[in-house]
């Protein structure tokens, strides 16, 4: 496969989801899942200790069917309203499609409940060994879940209010926050200019310039829009952790906060724990760095400011790319990898499932959305053609090829666990990088190694320190009913532990906490940027010491998707993520990259 048309900055294509959300089609496509939904439900009488393999195996697949078609449903309400987050209109579908989908899982909870906690232990075992291998896993997970499932008015009573409880304040959030405007004042000779930025994305690339006074100036327009807005969204996260305590601990009666996310994701909490605790414990290899660099910049210490300053002053070192040359250098690193994986990345810009441009009220950041295994998955981007943006275009495709790679697996066990969900976006961006360097100066390679030593700490180090403070905050306001100011304090003194004394940090960024998404919408989600980094660090060692052998080794861990348990699957290709060495391995060569800088000068 080639590409169809050259690829232009611009919006997605979203009417192969749903063509006209207010016709008539679209209704009859929701009818018509209300009408699956009740032939299941008429058939509950099956669920017993006597059902067979075929007819357990024919309910699976009937909900599969039902899954898809709410997620084609909701998928797009939540792509268009991305695209455009200022709409009434579309916020109006996410809501409706939200209470949708919440009376289909309602209706449909007695299945889950009755493998969980209905169904005797004799019969369970029979049926998990007798399934699809590919399912086994999954339903192994489901009956380990058993304990911490309540009784179905209870969970019926706990869907329906998620769409007017949490998911409506997340939804606020997201719509309050896409909303700032950013004004940056800069001086110009005796006087200075003001710049206006209505989108957040475009701001932060301002937190990267070549020049200082912009990077203060992006950081400081930030913080006080966030500041000045702290009141409503720290009461918007009160209520968030809140919630977290009341259901998972003291309903479902999960040990701890951060047990619940592990748990989700199948993972022990022992993994969890050994990897945050490696991470503390090397927080002083990233400090040397940032003393390292600002020795570069010639700066007694860095300013929290300055964090991300390029190691050039010059705005002509700084690489600029087209859209299209964006485009061609990430096929052409993909290709040289492996065909498939070029493959998988064209057939995402054929089917115009990309939104690139960067717009007012646009969702910000970058995103893979993938809907269903029958289809191709969609990416978001905001392209300003930084090296970032392109490194980022890896990234969001690296997510969607693993979705394609595992696109013969049942959507039930298709989506990797969060753990792994890194794995391929990561991967990416590491060939990405070896492509760059091939075509680079002494200069530009210098450059490079600093930004990738940058982001390593952006996702691994930061990552890190932002769960730990997630772990901190969620036992403020659960157990000592910490205000917005407590919390605050609290993130201020994880960067003071993260950064030690090789950088400044002033009080303003204590409130830098607040316009970090994953707190808010998928709380001790930030860990699986340090596990996928450090996870990948170590596949790409693999990589470059067996070549193309490894290939299908990394195939295989794609491929699974959900289907196996991640210390399993890992271990299948020799890693242990229990263990403190595998990923103290990957800070080990944090600390080279960071050595052959210091050699670069």
Same mark, same amino acid.
């Given at each position: 496969m080639t590409?169809?048309? $050259?690829?232009?900055? %611009?919006? #997605?294509?979203?009417?192969?989801?749903?063509?006209?959300?207010? %016709?008539?089609?679209?209704?009859?496509?929701?009818e018509y899942i209300s009408t699956k939904v009740m032939q299941l439900e008429t058939k509950r009488k099956i669920l017993d200790d006597n059902i067979s393999t075929v007819?357990?195996?024919?309910?699976?697949? @009937?909900?599969?069917?039902?899954?898809?078609?709410?997620?084609?449903? &909701?998928g797009y309400a939540h792509l268009r309203y991305a695209a455009d987050t @200022?709409?009434?209109?579309?916020?109006?579908?996410?809501?409706?499609? %939200? !209470?949708?989908g919440s009376n289909i899982a309602n209706r449909l909870l007695f299945f889950d409940l009755w493998f969980k906690k209905g169904v005797g232990e004799e019969t369970a075992q029979r049926l998990i060994e007798s399934v699809s291998p590919v399912y086994r896993e999954y339903l192994k997970h489901q009956r380990l879940l058993a304990q911490y499932t309540l009784t179905e008015p209870e969970e019926k009573i706990i869907t329906t209010l998620e769409v007017t409880g949490t998911s409506a304040l997340i939804k606020i959030y997201d719509r309050m926050t896409s909303g700032f405007e950013f004004v940056v004042t800069l001086k110009r000779g005796r006087g200075s200019i003001t710049k206006t930025f209505s989108n957040k994305e475009k701001l932060l690339t301002l937190t990267r310039s070549t020049k200082a006074e912009e990077r203060e100036a992006a950081y400081n327009s930030l913080l006080q829009v966030y500041e000045k807005n702290s009141g409503v969204l720290g009461e918007i996260y009160q209520n968030r952790v809140i919630e977290w305590r009341d259901e998972y601990m003291i309903m479902r009666g999960f040990r701890s906060p951060i047990s619940v996310r592990n748990t989700h994701n199948d993972l022990d909490d022992t993994t969890v724990e050994t990897l945050l605790a490696?991470?503390?414990?090397?927080?002083?290899?990233?400090?040397?760095?940032?003393?390292?660099?600002?020795?570069?910049? &010639?700066?007694?210490?860095?300013?929290?400011?300055?964090?991300?300053?390029?190691?050039? !002053?010059?705005? @002509?070192?700084?690489?600029?790319?087209?859209? %299209?040359?964006?485009?061609?250098?990430?096929?052409?690193?993909?290709e040289d990898f492996h065909p498939k994986f070029r493959e998988f990345a064209e057939k995402v810009f054929n089917e115009q499932h990309v939104d690139s441009e960067i717009r007012k009220s646009k969702l910000g950041g970058a995103f893979c959305s993938s809907i269903s295994p029958k289809m191709i998955p969609y990416v978001l981007l905001n392209f300003d053609g930084k090296s970032r943006d392109v490194s980022t275009m890896a990234h969001e495709f690296g997510h969607a090829i693993h979705s394609m790679t595992a696109s013969d697996k049942p959507i039930t066990v298709w989506d990797a666990p969060l753990p792994l969900a890194e794995t391929a976006s990561v991967f990416a961006e590491m060939l990405l990088n070896d492509k760059l360097s091939e075509r680079i100066t002494r200069v530009e390679r210098r450059i490079l190694l600093a930004e990738q030593i940058d982001d390593m700490y952006a *996702? !691994?180090?930061?990552?890190?320190?932002?769960?730990?403070?997630?772990?901190?905050?969620?036992?403020?306001?659960?157990?000592?009913?910490?205000?917005?100011? $407590?919390?605050?304090?609290?993130?201020?003194?994880?960067?003071?532990?993260?950064? &030690?004394?090789? !950088?400044?940090? *002033?009080?303003?960024?204590? #409130?830098? #906490?607040?316009?970090?998404?994953?707190?808010?919408?998928?709380?001790f989600y930030c860990y699986a940027y340090s596990?996928?980094?450090?996870?990948?660090?170590?596949?790409?060692?693999?990589?470059?010491s067996e070549g193309k052998s490894f290939i299908p080794k990394y195939f295989n861990i794609l491929s699974a998707g959900g289907s196996q348990k991640p210390e399993y699957l890992l271990k299948e290709s020799g890693i242990d993520i229990s263990k403190d060495e595998f990923w103290q391995q990957g800070f080990d060569l944090v600390a080279a990259k960071i050595q052959e800088l210091k050699e670069m000068n």
């Open positions: 590409l169809l048309f $050259t690829p232009k900055i %611009g919006s #997605w294509r979203l009417d192969d989801l749903v063509k006209d959300p207010n %016709g008539k089609e679209f209704q009859e496509f929701l007819e357990f195996e024919n309910f699976l697949h @009937s909900i599969e069917e039902i899954s898809e078609k709410i997620n084609i449903a &909701g @200022s709409s009434n209109e579309r916020a109006a579908l996410v809501t409706k499609m %939200g !209470i949708f490696v991470c503390r414990r090397n927080s002083i290899v990233f400090q040397d760095y940032f003393k390292q660099k600002a020795k570069m910049l &010639g700066v007694r210490k860095l300013q929290r400011y300055h964090l991300y300053a390029p190691l050039s !002053i010059k705005p @002509s070192d700084q690489k600029k790319f087209t859209y %299209g040359i964006a485009t061609d250098t990430v096929l052409k690193t993909f *996702t !691994i180090m930061r990552q890190a320190y932002f769960t730990l403070f997630e772990i901190d905050a969620h036992r403020a306001v659960a157990e000592q009913n910490a205000t917005i100011d $407590t919390i605050s304090e609290l993130y201020l003194n994880n960067l003071n532990e993260q950064f &030690g004394n090789s !950088i400044n940090v *002033t009080r303003d960024f204590q #409130w830098e #906490w607040l316009y970090i998404p994953h707190f808010y919408h998928t709380p596990f996928g980094n450090l996870l990948v660090v170590s596949l790409y060692q693999q990589f470059k």
